[in-house]
Structure formats: C-alpha cells, structure tokens
C-alpha cells in the first residue's frame, strides 16, 4: 500500500497527518469497530455493552479472545488505563468529556460513568483515537512504548523506516478467528501522484490510499473505488498576525474565490462545493441556511480589500506538496485572489513541515484538508477547538460551544442546531472558507479481494486478501 506522506507519530492522540489514520487500524484496535458503509457500529474488543436505563452509565464486556499482539490478554485495567490517555489528549481529549469515571469490577467488565447520557460516545470509542494500549505500557517506558507501541489490532510492527516504509506482519493473537488473511502487509510513502501511478501499473503497488486528483483519469476505471467523503479542503488564515487580521481582507478573499472554476480546475472535477464548514457526510451536518460558503462577488472583494490595511505585499500561501489536492488548488487559486488585488505567492511543503508551521502559527495562509474519523460532528468539532479552527489561531469558544451542546444532544435536531450555530459564528468570522469536498478515491489492484472503500478514511485490513 501507498501512503502520500508519512505518519506523524504512532500516539493517536497526537496524531495530525490523514495518513497516521490509515495505518493505526491494522496495529491498534477499540471496543468497538464501525461497518464499512460508516452508518453502524459492531463488536470489536468488547463483545457486547449496555447503557443504563438513564443513559449514564455504559458497561462493556471485553471478548475473551481479545489479546494484544505480545499474547497478552486485553483486560479491564487496559481499557481504564487507556481512557485516561484519551481523556487528557492535548487534540482529542474532547471528545471523550462525558466520562466521569471509569470502574473495573472485573477482568473482563468495564463501566463508563457519565456525567450525562451522550449517544454520541459509542461512535467515538469505535475509532483510533479510542485505541485499547497496555496497562502502564506493557512495562516499558512512555517513550520506548511509541517508538515500536504493542497494539491489539490485526498486525503488528516488523519495523520502520522513519518517513520511508512500515513493514506490518500478522497478529498471531488477534480476537478475530482465523484473520487477518493476510501474512503481512507493507506501506511506502510515494508522495508524488505520477509515481504512484506508475508503481500501481507496475505491480509493486496494491493498493493506493489517496489517489491524486490530478492523476485519476489515467488509472483504469475498473480499479478505482471511491466512497462518499468524509473531508474537506479549506483555506485557513492567520488572525492573529499580518496583514490577514483584518477581516475586511480576510472577507474579500473568501468572496474573489470562483468556487465553480475552482473545483472543475483545481480539483480536475474531482470534488463538489462546500456548503459547510465541517465535512458534510457527517450526519447531523447541515447547510446553515444564513452562510454564505461557496459565495462569489468579486465586485464586493476588490471593494473589500480596498477598504482594507492590506497595501498589496506577497501573502505567502502554504500546501502540502506530498500528496492531496493542495498544489493544484492552489495555482488555481493564485490568479482568483489577485483579480481582487490579493497578491498570493504558492509555497509547497511535505506535510510534516506545514503541520509545524500551522501548529506554531508560523504562516499567514495554508491549504489543508481535514477528515472525520467517525459519524458525529463531536470528531470535526473536537479538532476544530483543540487546533484554534484549524490552527487560524481563532477563539475555539463557538467550536466548543456546539461541541458541548452535541455531546448533551438528545436527538438530530438539538445536534443540527448546535452546528448550524457554530458555522454561522465561523462564516462571521471568515477565518477558515471550506474549499470543496475532494473526493475519496483509493485504487486496488485486481488481485486484491475484500477491499471496501471506508467513508471515514480509516479501514481495517484484517479481511483483504490475494487471489490464488
């Protein structure tokens, strides 16, 4: 398999990179997994689990089969363990604010006190980020852990050349009988679109996570799968600094986009319009009907920036070079922006080094896209408050607000009203303007059997498997 970029790092918790994602399934595993299609959640760690008639207390059963890949049984004490690692995630811990507390009366039986009913924390705890690791580590250090973790997923680390390759073999010890199919499996980060593609028409590629949107005509349509996308692309701006903290500019930059021309050239048709900010497969995501995303009028942008501070000094534009739709996007973005007088200069960095620059606000203009984990806006919301809205250093106060008051939610509409809420503040603000949801495309080669396009981005491997 192919990965465009490496992964930034092996704590889930920490974890940035898209990519990180595809990999974590096949050496972590969570109490529960999702169905393909995204819409389901089924047994995975734990075997079963139950909520409370008051919808405050959520017991799990731990399958007895479930063991991490040392031999080692997975136990109660693991799982406490563990939710304490997510709960104080710097990025993610969020997500898991529900829980108050969490009692062992068993080996095998683990209770999750809420200090209120939140359906949407089963869904939360199928992915990643809710990954079961060993009680204190297995015994090792914090860091010796992370450098080579012990997961409970269907393979586990043969080695690891550091922003090159990950070699995974087969879990011998995996809860599910008689998986993975496959005796390992090998990811290359190929950050260039042209050379996946000749790899994957060589054969020395199965699968590519990611295809480039640039090259997606020229790979054969009978291998190519896509799934409804769970990301979106977005411009995020520095706020707090330079010439993009005043938001006449800011605004003017959003309302010179063509988001039309936009996505039929910078994403090769590949893509549709944003009509949220948030990734809008999520369920409960809707179109606010007061925002103005996707929205153009140069006329009112070329007023707008003159009305500005802006004096028509080069804005430096960051996107990833190693894979994703950013360096197309952004040429095409370029020549929008200085129509209105906006003077952009395209700066391609491999995605380690933008994440760091977006991380420590050392940039005035990036391009990413971000992806949902799991089918509840608790996943974009949590990310959007623990990065300042996606790193444009913005106050996380409305992303925590909706985020809270989804958590609490007792049914669709309560969620629905919390996001619209929370995307009405963000389009006031024009910090962060959604693009254009990038379609999902992978390609899997003919040989490959078991394969099904994962709308999340994160699939698990442990059923794919080779023709004889």
Same mark, same amino acid.
Request: glycine letters at 8%; hydrophobic letters at 40%.
């Given at each position: 398999?192919?990965?465009?970029?490496?992964?930034?790092?092996?704590?889930?918790?920490?974890?940035?990179?898209?990519?990180?994602?595809?990999?974590?399934?096949?050496?972590?595993?969570?109490?529960?997994?999702?169905?393909?299609?995204?819409?389901?959640?089924?047994?995975?760690?734990?075997?079963?689990?139950?909520?409370?008639?008051?919808?405050?207390?959520?017991?799990?059963?731990?399958?007895?089969?479930?063991?991490?890949?040392?031999?080692?049984?997975?136990?109660?004490?693991?799982?406490?363990?563990?939710?304490?690692?997510?709960?104080?995630?710097?990025?993610?811990?969020?997500?898991?604010?529900?829980?108050?507390?969490?009692?062992?009366?068993?080996?095998?039986?683990?209770?999750?006190?809420?200090?209120?009913?939140?359906?949407?924390?089963?869904?939360?705890?199928?992915?990643?980020?809710?990954?079961?690791?060993?009680?204190?580590?297995?015994?090792?250090?914090?860091?010796?852990?992370?450098?080579?973790?012990?997961?409970?997923?269907?393979?586990?680390?043969?080695?690891?050349?550091?922003?090159?390759?990950?070699?995974?073999?087969?879990?011998?010890?995996?809860?599910?009988?008689?998986?993975?199919?496959?005796?390992?499996?090998?990811?290359?980060?190929?950050?260039?679109?042209?050379?996946?593609?000749?790899?994957?028409?060589?054969?020395?590629?199965?699968?590519?996570?990611?295809?480039?949107?640039?090259?997606?005509?020229?790979?054969?349509?009978?291998?190519?799968?896509?799934?409804?996308?769970?990301?979106?692309?977005?411009?995020?701006?520095?706020?707090?600094?330079?010439?993009? /903290? %005043?938001?006449?500019?800011? *605004?003017?930059? &959003?309302? #010179?986009?063509?988001?039309?021309?936009?996505? +039929? @050239?910078?994403? $090769?048709?590949?893509?549709?319009?944003?009509?949220?900010?948030?990734?809008?497969?999520?369920?409960?995501?809707?179109?606010?009907?007061?925002?103005?995303?996707?929205?153009?009028?140069?006329?009112?942008?070329?007023?707008?920036?003159?009305?500005?501070?802006?004096?028509?000094?080069?804005?430096?534009?960051?996107?990833? /070079? %190693?894979?994703?739709?950013? *360096?197309?996007? &952004?040429? #095409?973005?370029?020549?929008?922006?200085?129509? +209105? @007088?906006?003077? $952009?200069?395209?700066?391609?960095?491999?995605?380690?080094?933008?994440?760091?620059?977006?991380?420590?606000?050392?940039?005035?203009?990036?391009?990413?896209?971000?992806?949902?984990?799991?089918?509840?806006?608790?996943?974009?919301?949590?990310?959007?408050?623990?990065?300042?809205?996606?790193?444009?250093?913005?106050?996380?106060?409305?992303?925590?607000?909706?985020?809270?008051?989804?958590? #609490?939610?007792?049914?669709?509409?309560?969620?629905?009203?919390?996001?619209?809420?929370?995307?009405?503040?963000?389009?006031?603000?024009?910090?962060?303007?959604?693009?254009?949801?990038?379609?999902?495309?992978?390609?899997?080669?003919?040989?490959?059997?078991?394969?099904?396009?994962?709308?999340?981005?994160?699939?698990?491997?442990?059923?794919?498997?080779?023709?004889?």
């Amino acid at each position: 398999m192919s990965l465009s970029s490496a992964i930034d790092t092996w704590n889930p918790q920490k974890a940035l990179a898209t990519q990180s994602y595809r990999v974590f399934p096949q050496v972590y595993a969570s109490l529960l997994r999702s169905t393909p299609d995204g819409k389901a959640l089924k047994p995975a760690l734990a075997s079963s689990y139950k909520a409370d008639t008051a919808a405050k207390t959520l017991t799990f059963i731990l399958n007895p089969a479930a063991k991490f890949s040392n031999g080692k049984p997975v136990t109660s004490a693991d799982v406490k363990f563990s939710e304490g690692l997510w709960s104080k995630g710097e990025l993610y811990g969020s997500y898991f604010s529900s829980i108050r507390s969490v009692d062992t009366p068993s080996p095998r039986t683990v209770v999750f006190k809420l200090s209120q009913p939140d359906a949407t924390l089963p869904a939360v705890l199928s992915t990643a980020n809710a990954s079961i690791f060993p009680d204190k580590y297995g015994g090792e250090s914090e860091t010796a852990y992370w450098k080579k973790p012990v997961g409970a997923g269907p393979f586990m680390i043969r080695g690891e050349t550091v922003g090159q390759s990950i070699a995974l073999s087969r879990n011998p010890h995996y809860y599910r009988p008689g998986l993975p199919y496959l005796d390992g499996v090998d990811y290359k980060v190929v950050a260039d679109g042209g050379q996946q593609l000749l790899q994957f028409q060589s054969g020395s590629l199965d699968i590519v996570n990611g295809v480039d949107l640039e090259a997606a005509g020229q790979y054969p349509k009978d291998r190519i799968v896509d799934a409804p996308s769970s990301g979106v692309s977005v411009l995020t701006m520095n706020t707090k600094s330079g010439p993009l /903290s %005043d938001v006449r500019l800011r *605004k003017a930059i &959003a309302l #010179a986009i063509d988001y039309r021309k936009l996505v +039929a @050239g910078g994403y $090769v048709g590949e893509a549709s319009l944003a009509t949220s900010l948030l990734p809008q497969e999520v369920p409960g995501v809707t179109k606010c009907g007061t925002c103005t995303w996707s929205t153009t009028d140069l006329a009112t942008a070329k007023r707008l920036v003159g009305e500005s501070d802006y004096s028509g000094q080069k804005i430096e534009l960051i996107v990833p /070079s %190693d894979g994703g739709p950013g *360096k197309l996007a &952004a040429q #095409a973005l370029a020549p929008m922006l200085a129509q +209105a @007088g906006v003077n $952009v200069t395209v700066d391609p960095l491999p995605t380690s080094s933008l994440i760091d620059k977006l991380s420590k606000g050392a940039f005035q203009l990036g391009m990413v896209t971000y992806s949902a984990l799991a089918p509840t806006p608790i996943d974009p919301l949590g990310f959007l408050g623990a990065t300042g809205v996606v790193f444009s250093q913005s106050d996380p106060a409305a992303a925590n607000k909706a985020l809270a008051a989804v958590h #609490a939610a007792s049914g669709t509409s309560a969620v629905s009203t919390a996001v619209q809420g929370f995307e009405a503040t963000a389009n006031a603000s024009y910090a962060v303007v959604p693009l254009a949801v990038p379609d999902a495309i992978d390609a899997v080669a003919g040989r490959v059997q078991g394969f099904v396009a994962a709308p999340y981005q994160a699939y698990c491997a442990d059923e794919l498997n080779i023709k004889s």
